[in-house]
């Protein structure tokens, strides 16, 4: 009986690793200067405002920086064939630079963002520019654990009434 438990064991344990790659979100494999140092965060924020407000989207806002591996794990999973359609549907997305945390600290307080817990941290707006959603507990700042599930749900639900995107076959 032992035996067939051990088994059971070594057979179980040797699917765990591909159940568990398959719904979380994939290591980060690029490092590219996604908070580039001469970019302007509230120019970009006012450029997503107008192309969001003529296409019916959202504005994401990504404070981070290139020192933040979860950065670019989420950068990487807005990117995923299951997930790009509805970023690209629903959102402009902009990065924000937070620097080593004293880079745009006025758009950190505007945006309510609570980046002691951590970065990738996120907002969304709507259009006008009325924030939606503040990241105040470090929800997405362990990028590499979380669950597509968990970040498709995220985008669906701050998603534009107009663009949402139908229930998934799950």
């Given at each position: 009986?032992?035996?067939?438990?051990?088994?059971?064991?070594?057979?179980?344990?040797?699917?765990?690793?591909?159940?568990?790659?398959?719904?979380?979100?994939?290591?980060?494999?690029?490092?590219?200067?996604?908070?580039?140092?001469?970019?302007?965060?509230?120019?970009?924020?006012?450029?997503?405002?107008?192309?969001?407000?003529?296409?019916?989207?959202?504005?994401?806002?990504?404070?981070?920086?290139?020192w933040c591996y979860d950065?670019?794990?989420?950068?990487?999973?807005?990117?995923?064939?299951?997930?790009?359609?509805?970023?690209?549907?629903?959102?402009?997305?902009?990065?924000?630079?937070?620097?080593?945390?004293?880079?745009?600290?006025?758009?950190?307080?505007?945006?309510?963002?609570?980046?002691?817990?951590?970065?990738?941290?996120?907002?969304?707006?709507?259009?006008?520019?009325?924030?939606?959603?503040?990241?105040?507990?470090?929800?997405?700042?362990?990028?590499?654990?979380?669950?597509?599930?968990?970040?498709?749900?995220?985008?669906?639900?701050?998603?534009?009434?107009?663009?949402?995107?139908?229930?998934?076959?799950?």
């Amino acid at each position: 009986m032992k035996k067939l438990i051990s088994i059971f064991l070594l057979v179980a344990c040797s699917f765990a690793p591909a159940q568990l790659a398959k719904h979380t979100l994939n290591p980060a494999k690029q490092n590219r200067n996604l908070y580039p140092d001469d970019a302007n965060a509230k120019e970009e924020i006012q450029d997503a405002l107008a192309r969001a407000k003529e296409k019916n989207k959202r504005v994401l806002l990504v404070f981070g920086a290139n020192w933040c591996y979860d950065c670019f794990v989420l950068e990487q999973a807005l990117h995923e064939s299951d997930i790009a359609p509805i970023r690209e549907k629903s959102y402009e997305v902009v990065h924000v630079d937070i620097g080593q945390g004293e880079k745009n600290t006025d758009l950190m307080k505007k945006y309510k963002m609570n980046i002691e817990r951590g970065v990738p941290a996120l907002a969304v707006l709507d259009a006008s520019g009325k924030l939606l959603f503040s990241d105040k507990d470090g929800e997405f700042e362990a990028a590499r654990r979380m669950a597509r599930e968990d970040l498709i749900a995220f985008l669906e639900k701050w998603a534009p009434v107009e663009s949402k995107n139908p229930p998934r076959n799950r």
